[in-house]
């Protein structure tokens, strides 16, 4: 049975990587796995009862022995977000800069050559005056992060290429999407309103959009970012090479076209409950993000199928709140 | 008068840097600097002794409150070199990455801005099967470093990027090329031997070349990089824009062509004396560098000279060797 770990298992991303291995373990594995799960935070309650998880709750900091036990696959999605490392600088360095760096210590010493998957993140990207930011970044882009988030993990993807390169384990990055639609509240995200535009309007409340309805942004659902990286985790070593850093699967897609594919899939009556709010500060952060990403390795060489449309993207949204049993709540804005 | 720090000063290009700081100046500092040198061995004696110099001895990591101490510019050299790394994992990691945090913790801790110049390297190319590597590496090329030396530096370039968009420096990143020729003994750098194959002959010491006469590679001289650090220094924030890492001046040239100057500038006899022995690890070491290398910001925007040829990089080093009484030694195979 593999060995698996998860960091940020009690996270958005991380929960439903989980319920997905264990009820689809990928065919390499033989099996579901016995799964280690590890948070700062308490996991959800249907993680936290399933016999065949460990649950580790405690700062990544803490984990040195943990990571040295001898996992056979690992991803690691626990991170700080973008809007906090901005304010706290010392937070950002610590959580996703040495976070990562004792997980990769630990994994060294055990010395198995455990599979790692990474989060990376579309925020190492951004306009670089001495070139200008392509209308569509991929992976030959020459990455200018503009946030602390951003730096710290493209210094992680280069760091996972070089524990890889020396055979301490087998390392790759995926580059997420702004994942929506992201159930509950705001995060400290500064791409939260992606989610918020649709997710209140789902649930009867109004939504301020902070930027104009001509922005534009590569987003992903979270099951076609969660496919992704069990794809990653599973990808032939010869078909990646060296090239460790993927960018996943994406609808390019401007606030306009979210708030057109909402009334689609929701109605006038939802779409109305948006209105446009302009932060200066917000919309500046926005205008250093991509408008547009490109997934050459993801889906030319690895074929994930990433999400159909931004309708189908909102639809998943709505059907995982239906299956949770919250169409009271999540759901009551629909007619 | 201003506080000016240098690490690695102990170092062929940290002592060279000083003194040249100490007998030119830059006009913009309107004197001589009160200036700091740290290394982890001893200076060299006369910079030891001048009374405008104040000599800190020990590891980077123990200099901490050195760092906050309110330098206004920093030039950081200290480093592992590159073969070093190579066998020494964890030495790579704690002197090149875990050093240079330390220095900028220091320096955030200061508050007060200094403006910090990092000795980054030309090993952050590589080539990426991904990609191919261009004949001709620039500032636009994506960094694929094939060594952990070339990893940490690439990881402290984008370090420094964010301290500086946080507006706790004001830094630069130059990235040395090769610097040839090298006065002493082979250092454990995968590229000593450009060095060896023009200092040992003009010893009057057969040298081996572990490469074939083909390999080309761009080389600068010491003080023409020493040139290049302090104009980078010096140069206006606003035409670095936030292009923070800048190639530095060299000359592009083959094995040959460098065997070629020395027969010019020190007669047959010299050139004479190299044989070439394929080693097929050093081989495979170099065959990952860059062949050549353009400096599009220092030379096109910031006039940097850069060297003349590669003969006058040997007359260079013949001249500092003269100036230095040593020609019964070093120059002792010159008719």
């Known amino acids: ?30 099996g579901a796995p016995a799964l280690t799960l590890t948070d700062q935070y308490p996991l959800p309650a249907d ?33 700080a977000v973008s809007g906090e490392c901005e304010l706290d600088f010392e937070l950002g360095l610590r959580s996703n800069l040495d976070g990562t760096r004792i997980l990769l210590e ?11 998957v990474f989060s990376s993140s579309i925020a190492v990207y951004g306009p670089d005056p001495g070139l200008t930011m392509p209308a569509v970044v991929d992976e030959d882009t020459l990455p200018a992060p503009q946030t602390s988030y951003g730096t710290h993990k493209l210094m992680c993807e280069y760091l996972i290429a070089d ?13 997420l999407m702004t994942v929506a639609v992201r159930p509950g509240k705001p995060n400290g995200a500064a791409s939260s309103f992606f989610s918020g535009i649709i997710r209140e309007p789902l649930a009867g409340v ?18 076609s970012t969660v496919l992704s990286l069990v794809g990653l985790m599973t990808a032939p070593r010869d078909v990646l090479k060296r090239r460790l850093a993927v960018t996943l ?23 109305a409950r948006v209105r446009f709010e302009h932060d200066a500060r917000l919309a500046g952060i926005v205008a250093n993000w991509p408008r547009a990403a490109k997934a050459t390795t993801a889906t030319d060489v690895l074929g994930f ?13 709505i059907d995982d709140m239906r299956l949770a049993g919250q169409t009271a709540t999540a759901l009551k804005g629909l007619a």
Not at 1 to 30: E, N, S
Not at 48 to 75: K, N, Y
Not at 206 to 223: G, K, L, Y
Not at 305 to 317: E, T, V
Request: charge should be positive; include cysteine.
């Open 1 to 30: 049975m593999k060995r698996v770990l998860i960091t940020g298992a009690g996270g958005f991303v991380g929960a439903r990587l989980a319920r997905h291995l264990l009820a689809h373990p990928p065919a390499p594995w033989g």
């Open 47 to 79: 993680l936290a009862a399933d016999p065949r998880v460990t649950a580790v709750i405690g700062p990544l900091g803490d984990q040195a022995a943990l990571f040295a036990s001898g996992f056979d696959a690992v991803f690691h999605l626990a991170s």
């Open 106 to 116: 630990g994994l060294r010493q055990a010395g198995n050559q455990p599979t790692v």
């Open 163 to 175: 524990y890889t390169r020396k055979g301490f384990i087998d390392g790759r990055s995926a580059r």
């Open 206 to 223: 109004e939504a301020v959009c902070p930027v104009d309805p001509s922005t534009a942004h590569p987003i992903a659902s979270p099951q």
């Open 249 to 271: 699967p994406a609808v390019n897609v401007t606030v306009a076209q979210m708030l057109d594919a909402l009334e689609r899939v929701a109605g006038p009556a939802v779409r």
């Open 305 to 317: 199928p990433g999400d159909a449309s931004f309708d189908a993207i909102i639809q998943q949204y």
